[in-house]
């Protein structure tokens, strides 16, 4: 059996090939987990790495994930032998560079699937088997250039030697166009703002660097923002390497009359100053709501966002932001990166990343005819169809705005449904749904009394703790964690016919109810209302990628839900009303506006008594005020009078803002809008 100084040689032949093919590669090391570890401490002492372990390993701690930005290593190591995000595992994999090497310490092949799922288990995660384990077992040691060393077994082949030798070209010939775009962004016509696009690795954030070099030397003053600092300190790593005067404080770079600076994403919401050029790295890290905003408040931009990368897909967020772009800033403009800069074009283990977790699976549609066909899938399914996993997927992942590896994991693992929508071979719609609740008394009481938080069980452990009544808890229900449906079926009934098929089949299984949790915005709001569901909770933090504040809704199935729900809900919408302006102060107008429509009205006749008097001229506004502010529950009201009842915006500004003259013509068009509603 090969020792360690066989192993020590083997690794570094296996980097110095690897580095003449600009390639990178994967080494599965099966077996104890004392040997795994033993064997990656002979490795660990050749140059540098990341460790991803519960505990240190050759005096080497584990790595948190900011330490990853920014960075390039030789080699990375993961003990897969406890349980962990697999977000952490793929992003540690983008700073491998050519000649790296991804080591992964597993159980013998055999074991894998079952050691996983008891380490989920010692997380909370309801499991019995990893189908996503399998999965890898079945497929990670047939990719290319993946070598699998099994304990006692030995060393796997070296992979073959290249004839010519790789060099990068620094900078690439995609990277010095950009940087031409992102100059021309700055001194060309307003309001055209710049979107670049790359996958993981392709130098987008130096590009950023070495524009803002340039534009340092027409002493122009540049902002540069992205969701933390370390995500933005390769682009201030190159600019100062293209300008080695320039002066370099903390969160900026200066350079004659010149300023790079760095700003947290919401200092530049408040900052009275318009820089040259804004630049906001990794866009899909803030939300649509924030970005939105910076669309018509500066106006030279330029946007940059990875949509394939390892720590996930940004695919949906682009698909959105297109749009949105597309609404604010019809002559915005694109580039995209396709080269990689820190190993080959031909790099093997990305493509076998890519693949082994989906990261790069696209939607392709042919048109059919075809009958619409809904029907369950399990995950075993899933594994055996190759091509249905990749459609599923990759539907998901155009349809959520920010997805990641885990959610390929907790597709496979987490005990729940799967419902698709066919057309012939064409996967048009999915429905994953979870199951919540069916705790025994014990587990439910702990729960409700906030003794323990098992994992999932988000609107069931919810409402249980909010009312102080472990009913929500013993009762198993169904969550939808996420439906979606392609482009071109969209708002044709796809989605109408996932949720019946649900229903129909949580009904027989003998579930209580349905529920979901999204993001609160008007088309979501009102699709959810068509179903049949009502609002019941809203979340009082906002999504740190979507923006918005998260609805949690229900549709009752079981006897005696129904009645349940509808108390519920006029609790959550008088609660609403009261405690807005403390909790939810930023809540978008149109958001609150599409929200109230759905709630049960709260307006009694004295209320609608006050507001004829108020529409009267009998009574002032500010007496008028709580009986005004009932009556919008229930009802579409004018995103003025929103404003003026919920955000308690002034007088003056409202008047700028829906340029009114002054208080008595807002008061005019509060005093229509209701009465019209009301029919006063």
């Known amino acids: 059996m090969p020792g360690a100084a066989d192993f020590q040689r083997y690794c570094q032949q296996l980097a110095s090939t690897l580095r003449a093919a600009g390639h990178r590669a994967?080494?599965?090391?099966?077996?104890?987990?004392?040997?795994?570890?033993?064997?990656?401490?002979?490795?660990?002492?050749?140059?540098?790495?990341?460790?991803?372990?519960?505990?240190?390993?050759?005096?080497?701690?584990?790595?948190s994930k900011p330490e990853s930005l920014g960075i390039e290593s030789d080699w990375l190591v993961i003990n897969a032998h406890h349980y962990q995000s697999l977000n952490q595992w793929l992003a540690a994999a983008g700073t491998l560079r050519a000649g790296g090497l991804l080591v992964l310490l597993c159980p013998p092949m055999n074991d894998w699937p079952a050691d996983y799922a008891a380490s989920m288990r010692h997380q909370g995660f309801d499991v019995d088997d990893s189908a996503f384990i399998r999965r890898l077992c079945r497929e990670w040691p047939t990719a290319s250039n993946t070598?699998?060393?099994?304990?006692?077994?030995?060393?796997?082949?070296?992979?073959?030697?290249?004839?010519?030798?790789?060099?990068?070209?620094?900078?690439?010939?995609?990277?010095?166009?950009?940087?031409?775009?992102?100059c021309r962004a700055a001194k060309g016509r307003a309001g055209r703002p710049l979107l670049i696009r790359a996958d993981r690795g392709r130098g987008k954030t130096t590009a950023l660097g070495l524009a803002a070099a340039e534009l340092l030397r027409d002493q122009r003053r540049i902002v540069i923002t992205a969701a933390r600092p370390g995500m933005v300190e390769t682009a201030f790593r190159h600019a100062q390497s293209a300008l080695p005067d320039a002066r370099r404080e903390k969160h900026a770079l200066s350079w004659r009359e010149g300023r790079l600076e760095y700003l947290p994403p919401a200092e530049l919401l408040s900052r009275r100053q318009t820089p040259d050029l804004l630049l906001v790295d990794e866009a899909a890290h803030l939300s649509l709501t924030l970005l939105d905003t910076l669309l018509q408040r500066y106006p030279r931009l330029v946007f940059a966002s990875t949509v394939h990368g390892y720590e996930g897909s940004g695919r949906g967020f682009d698909i959105r932001f297109r749009r949105c772009l597309d609404r604010r800033r019809p002559h915005w403009r694109r580039e995209y990166l396709r080269s990689p800069l820190r190993w080959a074009e031909d790099d093997p283990l990305e493509a076998g990343l890519n693949r082994l977790f989906l990261l790069d699976a696209d939607v392709a549609m042919a048109q059919s005819s075809d009958p619409l066909v809904v029907h369950v899938v399990d995950p075993d399914t899933l594994i055996r169809e190759p091509s249905l996993l990749r459609q599923v997927h990759g539907l998901l992942l155009d349809a959520h705005y920010q997805t990641t590896p885990q959610d390929l994991q907790f597709l496979l693992d987490l005990p729940g449904r799967i419902w698709v929508a066919r057309r012939g071979e064409n996967i048009v719609g999915v429905c994953q749904a979870f199951v919540e609740g069916g705790f025994d008394k014990t587990l439910a009481e702990a729960t409700c009394a906030g003794r323990r938080r098992p994992r999932g069980h988000l609107l069931a452990q919810t409402l249980?703790?909010?009312?102080?009544?472990?009913?929500?808890?013993?009762?198993?229900?169904?969550?939808?964690?996420?439906?979606a449906v392609v482009d071109g079926e969209r708002r044709a009934g796809v989605a109408s016919a996932l949720l019946a098929a649900l229903s129909r089949q949580a009904h027989e299984e003998g579930m209580a109810f349905l529920s979901s949790s999204f993001a609160c915005e008007p088309d979501v709001v009102a699709f959810w209302h068509s179903a049949g569901f009502i609002p019941l909770h809203l979340g009082s933090r906002r999504d740190a990628a979507s923006g918005s504040y998260s609805l949690m809704v229900a549709l009752a199935l079981g006897e005696g839900w129904s009645e349940d729900f509808v108390l519920q809900q006029q609790r959550f919408a008088q609660s609403l009303l009261t405690s807005f302006r403390l909790i939810y102060p930023e809540m978008p107008p149109e958001a609150l506006q599409a929200l109230l429509s759905v709630l049960p009205a709260l307006s009694d006749s004295d209320d609608l008594r006050q507001l004829q008097r108020y529409a009267a001229g009998q009574l002032s506004f500010e007496m008028a005020a709580p009986s005004l502010k009932r009556c919008c529950a229930g009802r579409l009201v004018s995103a003025l009078c929103i404003e003026r009842f919920f955000h308690e915006e002034d007088w003056s500004a409202l008047a700028r803002r829906y340029r009114l003259d002054g208080r008595g013509a807002i008061e005019t068009e509060i005093k229509s809008t209701l009465s019209a509603l009301i029919d006063v």
């Open 26 to 63: 994967c080494l599965l090391l099966s077996g104890e987990e004392s040997w795994g570890v033993a064997m990656a401490e002979v490795l660990m002492s050749q140059g540098d790495g990341l460790l991803l372990a519960p505990e240190a390993i050759a005096g080497q701690r584990p790595a």
């Open 147 to 182: 070598l699998l060393w099994c304990q006692k077994a030995p060393l796997p082949d070296m992979p073959p030697t290249p004839e010519a030798c790789w060099q990068a070209a620094l900078p690439s010939e995609g990277q010095c166009r950009t940087v031409q775009a992102i």
């Open 464 to 483: 249980a703790v909010q009312t102080g009544n472990p009913k929500y808890l013993l009762s198993p229900s169904l969550r939808v964690n996420r439906i």
